[in-house]
């Protein structure tokens, strides 16, 4: 099995279309849309994702949840999401289990490489994701070329829909 770990703020610093939103004020929307390309990643990786965000951003106690079936974690006040990460990965680590870490913090890359994690920086994230956005597509593309027509016409609002609830969404 492998797992993606995922620093957070830091592949929202990085990569242009989630720095944008974070420039416009929209933190919220960035974290969102981050999450959003994380599910994508880990349904057609089948890796297991968990995104690690600092509490420094959005203040309280540490919290967990799962988005779209990707673990998200904010760290509790005082604890960076790299102190997180470590002990996360350095727990996640067995015979059978590969662990990546995302992040371009150079200090931390170095830190979970010693600890047996493998590293992947942003910009290897970003395009992992843009080859698997573009699979997706074309995968969608042949799926609707050899799709024979609904009996019934849906309209398409209807269809994404049903889109949505099959991905498991609301």
Known sequence: ???LIVDGYNMIGAWPELRKLKEEDDLA??????????????GFTGDKVIIVFDAHLVQGNAKKYKNH???????????????RIE????????????VYVATSDYTEQWTIFSQGALRKSARELL????????AISKKLQNMKEQTPASRVPLPDEVAR????WRRGQK
């Not at 002990?87 to 590969?98: D, E, P, Q, W």
């Not at 829909?161 to 949505?164: A, L, N, P, R, V």
């Open 1 to 3: 099995m492998n797992i």
């Open 29 to 42: 929307a960035a974290r969102d849309l981050l999450i959003s390309k994380m599910a994508e990643y880990q």
């Open 69 to 83: 079936q990707v673990e998200v974690i904010f760290t509790k006040e005082n604890e960076t999401a790299d102190e």
């Open 87 to 98: 002990r996360l990965a350095k727990s996640l680590i067995n015979v059978r289990t590969k």
């Open 127 to 134: 395009m992992e994701m843009e080859s698997i956005e573009k």
């Open 161 to 164: 829909i049903f889109e949505k």
